[in-house]
């Protein structure tokens, strides 16, 4: 079943058009990997799908505009790992981490249930931040804060994860732990995952689909094999990626 | 007691209580002082007849205290109050501890109005309440949509950013015409001068009813809104990602706030860093989370703000100060000598 379906997708800022008539489907099950050299428009399609920037053409959740959805309903679906987090005030981990419940109590009235409580202490329970969970997000490291946000969005627990560089500040014990968490994560029923990712290898090992682009346009999208045959990865790059990944692994062994 | 409840969000009953008990108290100790000393005993009966509808002795006390002194200290405990609110409204809204109804430029806006009301003598006889305050609401909606409209023209966002840095230049911009203005008011260059100082001397019932009233209804639309603020004083896009309808709460802060600015410049004039500093020294106490922050920085503001206007009324009697003057600096130094410990207690 597929569960994203963005068609003909642009995004432009005055004169410069950033995306330029993306098209691509994510469905059920799926992780697919959004990949390609800096300034491709990855993370702009990230923003657009979360609706923070103004777009042409569609993007449709289970058939449906998600133009059509009331926020909070969109983020019971959807949910989204930001690139980077700059948190304003001294608010602790727990709190950050309970506002990702925002979506499905968002009355003033709404009383907090157990259900509600266990979601939020498992989201700090699965990121290893339990320890930490009245610390100030202020006094984190980059990649606690990266931690505290992906736990937020655990809490959220929406159907569909976008991931913009997910292991953005993570150290390798961390990368290791966070997708195989999505991984398994993903097991789940009617669940998608995308995430924008520069570790090509990462890429490699995690996704089942990808979507290669240069300079806001696509070069490929489809599986794993034909998104990362050599031609594709060398045109978008501009490089033999295949002989640099090649010459990085031989220092290994 | 201040400690948060498991789930980590506002108040518990008993440290309401304890609010209610320092601003009751604040209150009557306020209304006791003056060029004439009132008994504390005295002055809490009173009140308490008063509000019962019991007789009540005419005395020249009793006249003091009802009709000079409780209204004026009303007045201002619920200016204080709205004023902190709504800076606090501001800070997290446009996650910026440096926000405030005068950097968005309500303030201004809203003393131009109350300016050029009392420079021309604007009144409007079929309404109960001046034409400075008429005018002061008016032109406090009127910035905000100037602010709003540039803003949403430059970026069609709303960005924080755009906000503030139009709000500042439409701040200049509105003092320097209330220099023109009051360059050319002739022998009204003193009232307006006073009045931009800030003053609540004269306030009377409904004036007070009216604060009450912008409180009730703004305040708490304010106060429904804490979790939203949360989301936004942690960023804009985590607030939307989460599924806050970030343009509708925006605009719905925005609008409360100016609305209870405008309400309260018209009465008191602009009385500078209530609204900037109580909300950061009550976030240094109880932290960031505005459940606890909206309601805290309520009652601290309007606790703030009677003692400031206690100062002003008798540090030289029978000479008076204006209110903003004591505002601004018992609260300069409150806030460094807090923002100094805060900052030695981190490191």
Redesign the interface.
């Known amino acids: 079943m597929t569960l994203l379906d963005i068609n003909g997708l642009s995004v432009r800022y005055g004169d410069k058009t950033i995306v330029d008539r993306v098209s691509f489907t994510v469905d059920e099950g799926q992780w697919l990997m959004i990949i390609g050299p800096n300034g491709a428009g990855k993370s702009t399609i990230v923003n657009a799908i979360?609706?923070?920037a103004?777009y042409t053409g569609t993007i449709r959740y289970l058939g449906q505009d998600v133009k059509k959805y009331?926020?909070?309903?969109?983020?019971?679906q959807i949910?989204?790992l930001?690139q980077n987090?700059?948190?304003?005030?001294?608010?602790?981990v727990?709190?950050?981490v309970?506002?990702?419940r925002?979506?499905h109590a968002?009355g003033?009235f709404a009383k907090?249930s157990n259900d509600e409580?266990r979601l939020v202490e498992e989201a700090l329970e699965i990121t290893g931040l339990t320890p930490i969970v009245n610390q100030s997000v202020l006094t984190l490291s980059g990649g606690e804060l990266q931690r505290t946000?992906l736990a937020?969005l655990f809490a959220?627990n929406p159907k569909v994860l976008i991931l913009d560089e997910p292991t953005n500040h993570l150290d390798l014990v961390y990368q290791k732990q966070v997708f195989a968490l999505v991984n398994e994560w993903l097991k789940g029923e009617g669940r998608a995952v995308i995430s924008v990712v520069h570790d090509l290898s990462l890429a490699k090992a995690y996704g089942t689909s990808a979507l290669l682009l240069n300079r806001g346009k696509t070069v490929s999208f489809g599986d794993m094999d034909s998104v990362f045959s050599q031609g594709n990865l060398e045109s978008a790059y501009s490089m033999d990626v295949y002989a640099w990944m090649r010459e990085m692994l031989s220092q290994w062994t | 007691m201040f400690n948060q409840r498991?789930?980590?969000e506002g108040f518990n009953a008993l440290a309401y209580l304890l609010f209610n008990f320092i601003l009751i108290l604040t209150l009557i100790l306020c209304v006791c002082v003056g060029s004439v000393n009132i008994p504390f005993t005295e002055t809490a009966s009173v009140i308490w007849k008063a509000l019962t509808r019991q007789a009540v002795e005419s005395s020249s006390y009793t006249a003091i205290i009802l009709s000079v002194r409780l209204p004026r200290v009303l007045c201002v405990a619920l200016t204080g109050a709205a004023l902190s609110i709504s800076g606090a409204a501001m800070q997290?809204l446009l996650?910026?501890?440096l926000a405030d109804g005068s950097t968005l430029g309500v303030s201004s806006g809203a003393s131009l109005g109350a300016v050029l009301a009392i420079a021309f003598g604007i009144t409007i006889p079929s309404l109960p309440f001046s034409g400075t305050m008429v005018m002061a609401i008016a032109f406090a909606f009127g910035s905000l949509l100037i602010i709003l409209s540039l803003a949403y023209k430059l970026d069609?966002s709303l960005a924080t950013n755009t906000i503030i840095l139009i709000g500042v230049i439409f701040s200049m911009f509105m003092s320097s015409i209330i220099s023109l203005v009051t360059t050319f008011a002739g022998e009204k260059v003193k009232n307006i001068t006073f009045w931009t100082m800030g003053s609540l001397a004269g306030s009377d019932y409904n004036n007070a009813i009216l604060l009450a009233a912008a409180l009730l209804i703004f305040g708490t639309v304010i106060a429904?809104h804490a979790?939203e603020l949360?989301?936004f004083?942690?960023?804009e896009?985590?607030a939307?990602?989460?599924?806050?309808?970030?343009k509708r709460v925006r605009l719905t802060i925005l609008i409360c706030v100016s609305a209870l600015i405008g309400v309260c410049v018209s009465i008191g004039g602009t009385i500078g860093f209530v609204g900037l500093v109580t909300p950061h020294i009550v976030?240094m106490i109880f932290?960031?989370?505005h459940k606890r922050l909206l309601p805290a920085s309520s009652f601290c503001g309007a606790t703030f703000l009677m003692l400031a206007d206690l100062i002003a009324r008798t540090l030289l009697n029978p000479l008076e100060l204006p209110i903003g003057v004591v505002t601004s600096f018992v609260g300069a130094l409150l806030f460094i000598y807090i923002f100094y410990q805060s900052r030695r207690g981190q490191g």
């Open positions: 979360s609706q923070g103004d009331k926020p909070v309903d969109l983020a019971k949910g989204i930001a987090h700059h948190v304003g005030y001294s608010f602790t727990a709190e950050v309970r506002l990702g925002y979506s968002p003033i907090k409580e946000f937020q959220q | 498991n789930n980590g997290g996650k910026n501890p069609y429904c979790r949360n989301a004083a942690i960023g896009d985590n939307r990602h989460i599924g806050v309808n970030v976030r932290g960031p989370n």
